[in-house]
C-alpha cells in the first residue's frame, strides 16, 4: 500500500458509543495530522504529531482523543459525540512539521462520520 | 474576518473556457499557499504550490499579489475533468497552522 490510508471510511455511532478512526502512512512521512471538513466550512484543524509527539490541538473538545503509537499510524478515538460533530475527519501527512510549509500535505480519503 | 476568502461559485463553464479564481488572505505575514483540488466525497490533493513569481503547470498558472493580498488560478482550456473544488490553503510559515478557503465550485459542461 501507499500513501495515506484511513478506515473506516464511513462510520455511524449513536451518541453513547465509543469508536476510533484509524489512519497509516507509508510515506516515511514524520508529521501527521487531524482535520475536520464540516459541510459549507472551511477545514478545521484538529491535532498535530511530529515523530509520535504532539504539538498542538487546536481547543478540540475532549470527546475527541487522539493517539500516535509511532510515526506511521495515528488514532482518534471517539466518544459521546455530539450530532454537530458529524462531518468528514481527514488525516494527513508531511515529511516533517516545517515541509507542509514546502510540499503541502498528503491526505488520506477520510472517514464520513455521522452521530445519531 | 476569515483568514482565507473564496467566492464559492458555483462556476459552470464549457469545455475549452478559460476560468479564473481569485483567493483573498488576511495576514500579511502569510509565506506559503497552495491550490488544493476536491473531487466529490473525496480527500483534497495538492494541485500547486504558488510561487512569488507566478507558476504554470500545463494548463493551469498560479500567481500572488502581496500588496493586494490574493493568489489566483487560472485554467486554460477547460477539461470535463476539471469539474471539483478547489481550495486554497495559506501558511504564515511561522506554524503548523494551514488556512483553507471554503473550496470554489467548478463545473465544466460539455
Redo the contacts between chains.
Sequence with gaps: ETGVTQTPRHLVMGMTNKKSLKCEQHLGHN?M?WYKQSA????E?MF?YSLEER??N?SVPSRFSPECPNSSHLFLHLHTLQPEDSALY?CASSPG?GE???????????T?LTVV | RKEVEQDPGPFNVPEGATVAFNCTYSNSASQSFFWYRQDCRKEPKLLMSVYSSGNEDGRFTAQLNRASQYISLLIRDSKLSDSATYLCVVNTNTGNQFYFGTGTSLTVIP
Excluded at chain 1, 507542509?100 to 477520510?110: A, C, E, L, R
Design positions: 508529521a495530522y459549507k466550512k472551511p477545514l484543524l498535530v504539538v498542538e487546536n481527514l512539521t507542509p510549509q514546502i510540499y503541502g500535505y498528503t491526505f488520506g480519503s477520510g464520513r
